[in-house]
């Protein structure tokens, strides 16, 4: 059998299923942990909850959004401030945040007028804003309260307001992935198709599952319009409301994370007959493929190359200083759901490191079943991991670095491991080729960190060595390295700005018209929209 | 020239002070050695509390769920909460306290605890686990009522009621209830307790929240208040809780359950309440202050001597955050010629009014000064932005940092959670050392200030 046996599961012989070696030669489906399934209570879990995963991932990234949870205040703090999902109006989605405030009286007497009173009061307090998400909690799932009807008497009687209902209660599933499933097919059923968007480009695409972690969107926003591809909408980072209204007239859905947004457009296809593309931001060659197909797609293919020809000529050399550093470094790659497939093969092929394992915390078999066929064998795949699990596999495995969220990465850091955010990431955008190369910096940052050499040494009992008043992580990178590689003058580190993405947003870009193919500049307001929704 | 205090009149919340009581249970839970509490609810009540804890202190804290999902939200969830309890306690062979934290929803289906926890105590510990000390606390926290601050006020008060038990002769020690306070606060507390020769127990003994990266590797932080501390709290010969609103509770339980005396308050924030938190415990155990206090004492004042009257008199001040610590900085600020001018109390606590730290400040304020209730970080913003408030510093915690950062004012970082500044948790608030700290820290946010918008910024130059 592939399972995998953690001693201190031992005792809860359910767990047994959710965790696998891969074996050498063995089939995929062999090797194929259990997913999606319950949590088992108790065992400190890293999961969050379906309210999570519908406002805190998918639904707050929007930027021109008023969004109301509506329910106790804490389910609202406790998400507010806590991910890296910017926008190019001055973040207005991450520095405010509204919770309906459910007080004793409330559950009892129901919270429905309080609610509308709540609607008016926030729209009154940002009067430029006219869209607004309301979250259901557990709180107001429980008692009831009918909040879509609450929003289409606020929709009358405001006029030019749209306010959007997600009802995705804490407890919709077993993981935030229910919250995922829950707000995609709410906003396709009850917003798009009810705008009309304006179309400029002949070639349109919604960029779905991108959340413009750090400017991941932004970044490949870039290449896109560089193709002169219009992106009607983003779902949903940097995302504008009333574009995701539209995303029923796109040519083409371009998926990004296919975990939690994988829905809408299978949604999209069978209602409007808009076609899937699954793409990989992450990684040279994933995302140089990625690009091309789309360029087949719309028969742009040359202008795909091109710009897969500059970027590459521009980072590659980059990619590659740090590729020849971190060969052979042991990885334990544990995100949320989808990086697990997203990076284990482009990390492995074009860095050279070695994923020991994979864990997803809310992932299902399909992310599992990607995951494991692109790492390497005998890694340890494992499926909602909790906080023993994860300490007696990195003791067994003795991984260099893990690549995983903030909370687990404290956890990480005291026995020495260290880590690199997966979620928010630590010096992003990771997408794009600038942002891979950055990734691979700070790959190499935190493997070669002299501190991080340091805390191996035990100063009550080892030799301390008094050689050295410092150190560079040259000087444990490069103590193995062929002189030609050390002294390759065709490589370089990492050249990107600490911030690269405020240059993104000033540049121009020129998009065929839709009627007559006809190349112009479209003006940059146009493709940004930072002059809509938010003073 | 008068001092009000009001409700927020909005019924909603824009960016809330606070999280919801089953967070504090929570902190108050992590404070415990060999303690891991299960929040009865969903997942994301645990997952997002530690996630706080771990920005504020870069460090991970255990915290289990029960792992509410929709079958146990509609048929009762109570079987969760027992499979729960087995699991962690097969899993963690040290744990001995288990507090069941409930949430908005299991109050809501109305789950019963209690009842579960004499199951559990009569069925599955003599059964499985009959050779360990096991304490299973209900503590009931519904979402809906209070905040984060009474949460932590009822679970300190249903820890104690729990474990304390009187035993023979009344103790040396006194309980020291620090409030929801960092590590820093309670070496401070510490080094001024054991200057003067008093033996404390000290609820809760968080200074290892701040803990080492060790050879051995130790990889969560915890607190290490103990069982037999708690246990102890009924034999103290006195209880200082040094916040109203965090521990109150526990030690007016003392003192009716066990006839603990009670000193409540106030909040060791300044030179003045300092010096009353000493004379109470000189009061309460008959110990002298020492010179060697006199002389720390003497270094603080030294230090917020050179600031005040130069530096800090007549700046206008808003602060938010932890109610007892809202009032004691706006006192040690009045202290220091500032004016802090508008106090944000993130909960609608009916006893603020009554507040006799409140009642003195309307009685003898002389300037305008906005007391409100129930309030949100929009009640802050709102009023700098629309409503002309010009503030020269902003005192809170980092969920505010926008408004600070938006409308150009500097801010001095305190209370929780402070996660955008790097190691404030190590330095204290309260005591002497705390009194520097925050005269200091908001001198220099003022000065750092000062040089960013070439504001007088040569006066700095020949101080």
Same mark, same amino acid.
């Given at each position: 059998?592939?399972?995998?046996?953690?001693?201190?599961?031992?005792?809860?012989?359910?767990?047994?299923?959710?965790?696998?070696?891969?074996?050498?030669?063995?089939?995929?489906?062999?090797?194929?942990?259990?997913?999606?399934?319950?949590?088992?209570?108790?065992?400190?879990?890293?999961?969050?909850?379906?309210?999570? /995963?519908?406002?805190?991932?998918?639904?707050?990234?929007?930027?021109?959004?008023?969004?109301?949870?509506?329910?106790?205040?804490?389910?609202?703090?406790?998400?507010?401030?806590?991910?890296?999902?910017?926008?190019?109006?001055?973040?207005?989605?991450?520095?405010?945040?509204?919770?309906?405030?459910?007080?004793?009286?409330?559950?009892?007497?129901?919270?429905?007028?309080?609610?509308?009173?709540?609607?008016?009061?926030?729209?009154?307090?940002?009067?430029?804003?006219?869209?607004?998400?309301?979250?259901?909690?557990?709180?107001?799932?429980?008692?009831?309260? *009918?909040?879509?009807?609450?929003?289409?008497?606020?929709?009358?009687?405001?006029?030019?307001?749209?306010?959007?209902?997600?009802?995705?209660? %804490?407890?919709?599933?077993?993981?935030?992935?229910? %919250?995922?499933?829950?707000?995609?097919?709410?906003?396709?059923?009850?917003?798009?198709?009810?705008?009309?968007?304006?179309?400029?480009?002949?070639?349109?695409?919604?960029?779905?599952?991108?959340?413009?972690?750090?400017?991941?969107?932004?970044?490949?926003? *870039?290449?896109?319009?560089?193709?002169?591809?219009?992106?009607?909408?983003?779902?949903?980072?940097? /995302?504008?409301? *009333?574009?995701?209204?539209?995303?029923?007239?796109?040519?083409?859905?371009?998926?990004?994370?296919?975990?939690?947004?994988?829905?809408?457009?299978?949604?999209?296809?069978?209602?409007?007959?808009?076609?899937?593309? *699954?793409?990989?931001?992450?990684?040279?060659?994933?995302?140089?493929?990625?690009?091309?197909?789309?360029?087949?797609?719309?028969?742009?293919?040359?202008?795909?190359?091109?710009?897969?020809?500059?970027?590459?000529?521009?980072?590659?050399?980059?990619?590659?200083?740090?590729?020849?550093?971190?060969?052979?470094?042991?990885?334990?790659?544990?995100?949320?759901?989808?990086?697990?497939?997203?990076?284990?093969?482009?990390?492995?092929?074009?860095?050279?490191?070695?994923?020991?394992?994979?864990?997803?915390?809310?992932?299902?078999?399909?992310?599992?079943?990607?995951?494991?066929?692109?790492?390497?064998?005998?890694?340890?795949?494992?499926?909602?991991?909790?906080?023993?699990?994860?300490?007696?596999?990195?003791?067994?495995?003795?991984?260099?670095?893990?690549?995983?969220?903030?909370?687990?990465?404290?956890?990480?850091?005291?026995?020495?491991?260290?880590?690199?955010?997966?979620?928010?990431?630590?010096?992003?955008?990771?997408?794009?080729?600038?942002?891979?190369?950055?990734?691979?910096?700070?790959?190499?940052?935190?493997?070669?960190?002299?501190?991080?050499?340091?805390?191996?040494?035990?100063?009550?009992?080892?030799?301390?060595?008094?050689?050295?008043?410092?150190?560079?992580?040259?000087?444990?990178?490069?103590?193995?390295?062929?002189?030609?590689?050390?002294?390759?003058?065709?490589?370089?580190?990492?050249?990107?700005?600490?911030?690269?993405?405020?240059?993104?947003?000033?540049?121009?870009?020129?998009?065929?018209?839709?009627?007559?193919?006809?190349?112009?500049?479209?003006?940059?307001?146009?493709?940004?929209?930072?002059?809509?929704?938010?003073? | 020239?008068?001092?009000?205090?009001?409700?927020?009149?909005?019924?909603?919340?824009?960016?809330?002070?606070?999280?919801?009581?089953?967070?504090?249970?929570?902190?108050?839970?992590?404070?415990?050695?060999?303690?891991?509490?299960?929040?009865?609810?969903?997942?994301?009540?645990?997952?997002?509390?530690?996630?706080?804890?771990?920005?504020?202190? +870069?460090?991970?804290?255990?915290?289990?769920?029960?792992?509410?999902?929709?079958?146990?939200?509609?048929?009762?969830?109570?079987?969760?909460?027992?499979?729960?309890?087995?699991?962690?306690? &097969?899993?963690?062979?040290?744990?001995?306290?288990?507090?069941?934290?409930?949430?908005?929803?299991?109050?809501?289906?109305?789950?019963?605890?209690?009842?579960?926890?004499?199951?559990?105590?009569?069925?599955?510990?003599?059964?499985?686990?009959?050779?360990?000390?096991?304490?299973?606390?209900?503590?009931?926290?519904?979402?809906?009522?209070?905040?984060?601050?009474?949460?932590?006020?009822?679970?300190?008060?249903?820890?104690?009621?729990?474990?304390?038990?009187?035993?023979?002769?009344?103790?040396?020690?006194?309980?020291?209830?620090?409030? =929801?306070?960092?590590?820093?606060?309670?070496?401070?507390?510490?080094?001024?307790?054991?200057?003067?020769?008093?033996?404390?127990?000290?609820?809760?003994?968080?200074?290892?929240?701040?803990?080492?990266?060790?050879?051995?590797?130790?990889?969560?932080?915890?607190?290490?208040?103990?069982?037999?501390?708690?246990?102890?709290?009924?034999?103290?010969?006195?209880?200082?809780?040094?916040?109203?609103?965090?521990?109150?509770?526990?030690?007016?339980?003392?003192?009716?359950?066990?006839?603990?005396?009670?000193?409540?308050?106030?909040?060791?924030?300044?030179?003045?309440?300092?010096?009353?938190?000493?004379?109470?415990?000189?009061?309460?155990?008959?110990?002298?202050?020492?010179?060697?206090?006199?002389?720390?004492?003497?270094?603080?004042?030294?230090?917020?001597?050179?600031?005040?009257?130069?530096?800090?008199?007549?700046?206008?001040?808003?602060?938010?955050?932890?109610?007892?610590?809202?009032?004691?900085?706006?006192?040690?600020?009045?202290?220091?010629?500032?004016?802090?001018?508008?106090?944000?109390?993130?909960?609608?606590?009916?006893?603020?009014?009554?507040?006799?730290?409140?009642?003195?400040?309307?009685?003898?304020?002389?300037?305008?000064?906005?007391?409100?209730?129930?309030?949100?970080? =929009?009640?802050?913003?709102?009023?700098?932005?629309?409503?002309?408030?010009?503030?020269?510093?902003?005192?809170?915690?980092?969920?505010?940092?926008?408004?600070?950062?938006?409308?150009?004012?500097? &801010?001095?970082?305190?209370?929780?959670?402070?996660?955008?500044?790097?190691?404030?948790?190590?330095?204290?608030?309260?005591?002497?050392?705390?009194?520097?700290?925050?005269?200091?820290?908001?001198?220099?946010?003022?000065?750092?200030? &000062?040089?960013? +918008?070439?504001?007088?910024? =040569?006066?700095?130059?020949?101080?």
């Amino acid at each position: 059998m592939p399972y995998h046996q953690f001693k201190c599961s031992e005792c809860i012989p359910e767990r047994l299923k959710h965790a696998v070696d891969k074996g050498a030669g063995e089939e995929l489906t062999d090797a194929l942990p259990l997913g999606y399934l319950n949590t088992i209570p108790g065992t400190i879990s890293e999961r969050g909850c379906a309210y999570c /995963g519908a406002k805190h991932v998918i639904g707050t990234p929007m930027k021109d959004v008023i969004h109301l949870s509506h329910g106790p205040v804490g389910c609202t703090y406790d998400t507010w401030q806590t991910k890296r999902y910017i926008s190019d109006n001055g973040c207005f989605q991450l520095k405010y945040t509204f919770a309906s405030d459910m007080k004793e009286a409330h559950v009892v007497f129901g919270a429905e007028k309080m609610l509308k009173k709540n609607i008016v009061e926030a729209f009154k307090a940002f009067p430029n804003i006219k869209r607004m998400t309301i979250y259901q909690t557990c709180a107001s799932a429980l008692i009831g309260d *009918d909040i879509n009807a609450i929003a289409e008497e606020v929709m009358a009687e405001l006029p030019g307001v749209k306010i959007f209902v997600c009802n995705s209660p %804490g407890f919709a599933g077993p993981s935030q992935s229910g %919250g995922h499933h829950k707000i995609n097919l709410a906003w396709l059923t009850q917003m798009v198709g009810t705008v009309e968007p304006k179309i400029y480009s002949k070639y349109v695409i919604n960029y779905v599952g991108e959340y413009n972690i750090q400017g991941d969107q932004e970044i490949m926003k *870039d290449y896109f319009h560089r193709m002169g591809i219009q992106i009607l909408s983003t779902f949903t980072g940097n /995302g504008r409301f *009333d574009d995701l209204c539209s995303m029923h007239r796109a040519h083409l859905n371009v998926l990004e994370c296919a975990r939690s947004a994988e829905y809408i457009c299978d949604e999209l296809r069978a209602r409007y007959g808009i076609p899937r593309m *699954d793409i990989d931001g992450f990684g040279f060659e994933a995302l140089s493929d990625s690009l091309l197909k789309i360029g087949y797609f719309f028969g742009i293919e040359d202008r795909a190359r091109a710009i897969i020809a500059e970027e590459t000529a521009r980072w590659k050399p980059e990619l590659d200083w740090y590729a020849a550093r971190l060969k052979g470094i042991k990885v334990c790659l544990w995100p949320g759901g989808s990086k697990l497939w997203h990076w284990a093969h482009s990390i492995h092929k074009e860095m050279g490191v070695e994923v020991v394992s994979v864990y997803t915390k809310f992932g299902h078999q399909g992310d599992m079943e990607k995951g494991i066929s692109r790492c390497e064998e005998g890694a340890l795949a494992i499926d909602d991991p909790n906080e023993l699990e994860g300490l007696e596999a990195m003791y067994s495995l003795k991984p260099d670095i893990i690549f995983t969220g903030k909370r687990p990465g404290e956890v990480a850091k005291k026995i020495r491991v260290p880590y690199l955010n997966a979620h928010a990431y630590h010096n992003g955008p990771y997408k794009g080729y600038e942002g891979w190369v950055r990734f691979a910096r700070d790959i190499y940052n935190a493997v070669y960190s002299p501190i991080h050499k340091l805390s191996f040494i035990d100063i009550s009992k080892d030799e301390i060595p008094t050689d050295r008043g410092f150190a560079t992580q040259q000087m444990y990178s490069d103590v193995n390295l062929p002189e030609e590689v050390k002294n390759n003058a065709d490589l370089r580190q990492c050249t990107s700005k600490y911030d690269p993405i405020p240059a993104l947003r000033e540049k121009t870009y020129c998009f065929p018209a839709p009627e007559t193919g006809e190349w112009r500049v479209i003006p940059n307001e146009e493709l940004s929209k930072k002059n809509s929704g938010v003073a | 020239m008068n001092c009000e205090i009001k409700s927020k009149d909005r019924i909603g919340v824009i960016n809330p002070i606070f999280t919801c009581q089953p967070a504090g249970a929570q902190y108050a839970s992590i404070g415990i050695k060999d303690c891991i509490g299960i929040v009865h609810g969903g997942q994301g009540c645990v997952m997002f509390v530690r996630l706080v804890f771990s920005q504020h202190f +870069k460090e991970s804290f255990e915290l289990a769920s029960s792992s509410l999902h929709e079958d146990a939200a509609v048929f009762g969830a109570l079987h969760r909460v027992e499979q729960g309890v087995d699991v962690l306690l &097969m899993r963690y062979p040290h744990v001995k306290v288990i507090p069941i934290i409930t949430t908005c929803s299991t109050e809501v289906i109305g789950d019963d605890i209690d009842g579960l926890v004499l199951k559990l105590n009569n069925g599955l510990l003599k059964e499985k686990y009959a050779d360990r000390e096991v304490h299973l606390i209900p503590i009931h926290t519904p979402s809906f009522v209070g905040s984060m601050v009474s949460g932590y006020d009822i679970a300190v008060r249903d820890f104690v009621s729990h474990f304390a038990k009187k035993e023979g002769e009344v103790s040396r020690k006194i309980n020291l209830i620090t409030g =929801w306070v960092n590590p820093g606060d309670v070496t401070e507390l510490k080094s001024l307790l054991s200057e003067m020769d008093v033996e404390a127990t000290v609820l809760f003994e968080i200074e290892a929240f701040d803990s080492p990266l060790m050879p051995d590797g130790n990889h969560v932080s915890h607190g290490e208040t103990t069982i037999e501390d708690l246990r102890g709290t009924a034999n103290a010969r006195g209880t200082i809780a040094l916040n109203r609103y965090e521990g109150g509770k526990a030690a007016q339980f003392l003192e009716s359950e066990f006839d603990v005396p009670a000193v409540i308050g106030p909040t060791p924030i300044g030179i003045r309440n300092t010096d009353i938190f000493l004379q109470n415990v000189k009061n309460m155990t008959g110990k002298a202050i020492p010179e060697s206090l006199v002389r720390k004492r003497g270094i603080a004042l030294d230090a917020i001597s050179d600031l005040t009257h130069m530096f800090l008199a007549g700046k206008r001040v808003a602060i938010y955050g932890n109610s007892d610590m809202v009032i004691g900085l706006a006192q040690f600020c009045i202290d220091l010629e500032m004016l802090p001018v508008l106090l944000l109390l993130g909960d609608d606590n009916t006893g603020y009014a009554n507040d006799p730290r409140v009642k003195e400040l309307k009685e003898n304020v002389g300037f305008n000064m906005e007391i409100i209730t129930n309030a949100d970080l =929009w009640e802050l913003e709102d009023r700098i932005k629309n409503k002309g408030l010009g503030l020269d510093l902003i005192l809170g915690h980092s969920k505010g940092r926008f408004v600070a950062i938006d409308n150009n004012i500097p &801010m001095l970082r305190v209370g929780f959670p402070v996660y955008d500044r790097a190691g404030y948790y190590r330095h204290p608030i309260v005591g002497y050392a705390g009194a520097v700290w925050l005269a200091e820290g908001m001198a220099n946010a003022i000065f750092t200030d &000062m040089e960013y +918008k070439h504001n007088k910024e =040569w006066v700095l130059g020949v101080w």
